[in-house]
T-cell receptor, first 114, second 115 residues
Framework: EAGVTQSPTHLIKTRGQQATLRCSPISGHTSVYWYQQALGLGLQFLLWYDEGEERNRGNFPPRFSGRQFPNYSSELNVNALELEDSALYLC?????????????FGSGTRLTVV | GESVGLHLPTLSVQEGDNSIINCAYSNSASDYFIWYKQESGKGPQFIIDIRSNMDKRQGQRVTVLLNKTVKHLSLQIAATQPGDSAVYFCAEIPPLTGGGNKLTFGTGTQLKVEL
């Protein structure tokens, strides 16, 4: 069974640009969570999608947004990139709606803003 | 806001010794806790979990202890091996609310295994 896959693995953008990160959950998982892991910090919850709807978001500005597609894959968009957006962005999927039980993480997308 | 923190940022142990990684949590209503291991360049990997109605749970070479009185969580790794070198995170899940359910992580502890 394939795990959670994220693309691209690395992304370099210039300040002010937009970044799009993608995540494919484990087959059968309907919930997708996005986390930001800045260097030296823990994982910060960004967004939670379930059944195509945004269910919850963390303390991040509106320029962080995303969506979930009918096949449950998800996209994270970061607009007007700032230097401090440089981080590892992790996606996790779960087979239980609204729960992190059985949560499985992908390897992440390393976003560098220059 | 709620937070989960770790007592030690770095822990060095000799190969074959036991490792103990500690974690303090602040949300006394949290009913589920997870330990994750994150190796360099990889996403967090589930190690073991425990519910708030338990005070101990054992897995293969790992044991998690939960002390709700002092809101403390620990991960014990027996006979630590070089492959155990990684950053370890504890995470808590508060009770389900109308706003959904999400993990709250600490900064992590870097475990270094010395040969």
């Amino acid at each position: 069974e394939a795990g959670v896959t994220q693309s691209p693995t690395h992304l370099i953008k210039t300040r002010g640009q937009q970044a799009t990160l993608r995540c494919s959950p484990i087959s059968g998982h309907t919930s997708v969570y996005w986390y930001q892991q800045a260097l030296g910090l823990g994982l910060q919850f960004l967004l939670w999608y379930d059944e195509g709807e945004e269910r919850n978001r963390g303390n991040f500005p509106p320029r962080f947004s995303g969506r979930q597609f009918p096949n449950y894959s998800s996209e994270l968009n970061v607009n007007a990139l700032e230097l401090e957006d440089s981080a590892l962005y992790l996606c996790a999927s779960s087979f239980v709606s609204g729960s992190n039980l059985g949560n499985t993480f992908g390897s992440g997308t390393r976003l560098t803003v220059v | 806001g709620e937070s989960v923190g770790l007592h030690l940022p770095t822990l060095s142990v000799q190969e074959g010794d036991n490792s103990i990684i500690n974690c303090a949590y602040s949300n006394s209503a949290s009913d589920y806790f997870i330990w994750y291991k994150q190796e360099s360049g990889k996403g967090p990997q589930f190690i073991i979990d425990i519910r708030s109605n338990m005070d101990k749970r054992q897995g293969q070479r790992v044991t998690v202890l939960l002390n709700k009185t002092v809101k403390h969580l620990s991960l014990q790794i027996a006979a630590t091996q070089p492959g155990d070198s990684a950053v370890y995170f504890c995470a808590e899940i508060p009770p389900l609310t109308g706003g959904g359910n999400k993990l709250t992580f600490g900064t992590g502890t870097q475990l270094k295994v010395e040969l």
